[in-house]
């Protein structure tokens, strides 16, 4: 009889630590996804780390495409979750009226809205960081003929002043990119006057400008791009306040939210501890020390006592 109790004890045991296995087993995996550029693998591994902190299984898919690919593969539920940028509702939703975009808080309330009725896909928190694109223009050619405005640019370009501007190739197509420059500033570039890359990594665009490869003197660059002055730059003001406020935020699909409700909890902290300064900072590190994403990732973190 002893023998026999004892045997029911430990199946029941068995039984308790099986199921509470079963319940770490359960939390995820979660695909993790970014854009091909310095911030998006920066975010991207951040929202890696936190999430393994916390015990989810992570499928680290960072540096995953540019906007119109990463888009189309949450949609289809490719990913899970990637940081996206409130100032590119007005491309996935272009109906609408593009002075909403140019408002941090009205801009993130009508994306939310309209991408959950649309797609089933929440965005949490953002970063109070304005990420928007601009153009940088080399230092010594600001000096020379006066440039420190794009309506300076407009009259550089159509006095014919020598222009080759890198870019990539979603800037220099993208409506509300370049296009919305040229026409808000009467100026238009050439096919000749653009070195195209592939990705939207603003490292490699910035870098031309910096170290004059191909004659790159103009850049296309991003409102956190920290290197740009460090590399000679400068970046061209936007008098007519031409592009959206581009503010990142966690984009995730809402069936993985319903599951995963604690994962909002998680990123709120992170996205809260950035700002201009702060992912200037940081890129800088990625960009010009050389530096790899996960590790500056991981000491910001750190030192903002979200992880160990």
Request: aromatic residues 8%; contains cysteine; proline residues 4%.
């Amino acid at each position: 009889m002893k023998i026999k109790f004892f045997s029911l004890l430990l199946l029941a045991l068995a039984l308790i630590f099986a199921g509470c296995g079963g319940e770490e087993e359960a939390r995820g995996p979660v695909s993790v996804a970014s854009k091909i550029d310095t911030e998006g693998a920066l975010l991207g591994q951040m929202m890696v780390l936190i999430l393994e902190e916390d015990g989810f299984e992570v499928n680290d898919r960072t540096e995953f495409g540019p906007t119109s690919v990463i888009r189309q593969a949450i949609i289809n539920d490719e990913i899970d979750i990637y940081p996206e940028y409130t100032g590119n509702g007005g491309f996935f939703f272009s109906d609408t009226d593009p002075q909403i975009w140019k408002d941090a808080d009205l801009g993130y309330e009508k994306v939310k809205e309209l991408d959950r009725e649309a797609h089933g896909l929440i965005w949490l928190t953002p970063a109070r960081a304005n990420n928007t694109w601009a153009i940088a223009v080399r230092g010594d050619l600001a000096e020379e003929y006066d440039l420190s405005t794009l309506e300076d640019m407009a009259r550089y370009v159509n006095e014919g002043g020598f222009v080759h501007l890198a870019a990539s190739e979603e800037f220099a197509t993208r409506e509300d990119a370049l296009p919305a420059f040229e026409e808000a500033y009467g100026f238009e570039l050439e096919q000749d006057q653009l070195l195209i890359f592939a990705g939207g990594n603003t490292a490699q665009t910035i870098q031309a400008a910096g170290e004059g490869t191909d004659d790159v003197n103009f850049a296309m660059a991003y409102g956190t791009d920290g290197p740009v002055s460090a590399l000679g730059l400068r970046i061209l003001e936007d008098t007519q306040a031409v592009q959206p406020v581009y503010e990142p935020a966690p984009l995730i699909r809402e069936e993985v939210l319903e599951k995963y409700p604690e994962i909002e909890e998680l990123l709120e902290p992170v996205f809260a501890s950035l700002d201009l300064e702060i992912l200037q900072g940081l890129n800088a590190a990625i960009a010009l020390e050389g530096r790899d994403a996960e590790t500056v990732a991981r000491e910001h973190l750190q030192e903002a006592g979200l992880i160990d």
